[in-house]
T-cell receptor, first 115, second 114 residues
């Protein structure tokens, strides 16, 4: 069964600084990988996803992530953050096998952007 | 343009009471899900419905039941609420059952069990 580890529960950063949110996964099969964002008092919304092809995936709001199969990682990056990026970010994985696939979520990383 | 709608948004129950969380989606999606979100634990899948007429247990199904009423609606019932069920509950839907597509989430239902 697949699992997801988000190494940082909270990441404080100053506005306009770069940020990286780390995500590692474990799975015995090929995987699909996702990053979701949750703004305060809202549901989750998709930032980006990796299904196949190019390992560098670009998403909304200037975020991007790189799939690294050898390191089983899918870290999320943004070169310059804004106050409005303050939110909780969840990495998720589903396996690429047959049958119904369910998403397994990490425990989340709270990004705190200050002026 | 509603997407996924959950009701109620807030609820306080006493231990042993029952209640049903309602969820409806207007995107003609086939699959629907119920998750719970607890601090430090991320989202955990309670039940899911791959398609109309089917439901299956997720990671944490104990103490819950679900009904896929039709393609649009997927309800979650707590028969005898316990303090351990205090949580934020999210309903979600997706186009297909293959796991490659995007999940669309409701805004959540915050439940407190005293």
């Amino acid at each position: 069964a697949q699992s997801v580890t988000q190494l940082d529960s909270q990441v404080p950063v100053f506005e306009e600084a770069p940020v990286e949110l780390r995500c590692n996964y474990s799975s015995s099969v090929s995987v699909y990988l996702f990053w979701y964002v949750q703004y305060p008092n809202q549901g989750l919304q998709l930032l980006l996803k990796y299904l196949s092809g190019s390992t560098l995936v670009k998403g909304i709001n200037g975020f991007e992530a790189e799939f690294n199969k050898s390191q089983t990682s899918f870290h999320l990056r943004k070169p310059s953050v804004h106050i409005s990026d303050t939110a909780e970010y969840f990495c998720a994985v589903s396996d690429g096998g047959r049958g119904f696939q369910k998403l397994v979520f990490g425990t989340g990383t709270r990004l705190l952007v200050s002026p | 343009n509603a997407g996924v709608t959950q009701t109620p948004k807030f609820q306080v129950l006493k231990t042993g009471q029952s209640m049903t969380l309602q969820c409806a989606q207007d995107m003609n999606h086939n699959s629907m899900y119920w998750y719970r979100q607890d601090p430090g634990m991320g989202l955990r899948l309670i039940y899911y419905s791959a398609s109309e007429g089917t439901t299956d247990k997720g990671e944490v199904p104990n103490g819950y039941n679900v009904s896929r009423l039709n393609k649009r609606e997927f309800s979650l019932r707590l028969e005898s609420a316990a303090p351990s069920q205090t949580s934020v509950y999210f309903c979600a839907s997706s186009v297909s059952r293959t796991g490659t597509g995007e999940l669309f989430f409701g805004e959540g239902s915050r439940l407190t069990v005293l």
